[in-house]
């Protein structure tokens, strides 16, 4: 059977039905006994806010939906990495999608290194992108940052609001919706024309896909 890549939480037959009403660490649990439900209800809780990281940190829509279908297949594949003990699912998820975000800044830089001239010092060039913490990687993180802001300022003020609450503040539709004080469905559909107009916004910008 092939690995399931989550939309919903519809509930099934496990009887995941008040999945608002189920810690992280109950559906962790689920997910170990290999139950999608389980997944599917945490993807929907989390996504959003994966996403949102990943996006900030890569600056292109592509690689950060990418990114948010490989962290929760690992979840999936690998359970038993997550510990309660050590902290929340919250915290594991976002140090997941931000290494995973990091190595694929640093696998697109070694490719890039292969085009350099012939006089370019490739191993000092490596050495000096190890951290994000370089100016490089922080200038980068920065031109992300403005022209991700950039492209939710040309969006409808509903959908840059119900973006910014499921990417910024990691909350998740149904929450969303309670907090605007509108229907659900409503909801699902300002972030989904919402993410096809940043696409389309950040084409616009002349975003180089420097990173893909």
Known sequence: MADPIPTSCAATSTGLVDDEALSDNRLMAGVCEGQQDALATLY?????MVYGLCLRVLGNTADAEGLVSDVFLEIWRKPHGFDPERGRFRSYLLTMARSRSIDRIRS???RSEKTHEAGVNHQAFAESQQSLGSPASQAIAEEHGRVIQEALGRLDPEQRTALQMAFYEGLTHR????????PLGTVKTRIR?????MRGALDALGRVDGLQ
């Open 175 to 182: 929450e969303i919706a309670e907090r605007l004080e509108a």
């Open 108 to 110: 697109v830089t070694k």
């Open 44 to 48: 929907d809780r989390h996504s959003g």
């Open 193 to 197: 024309r919402g993410l096809q107009r």
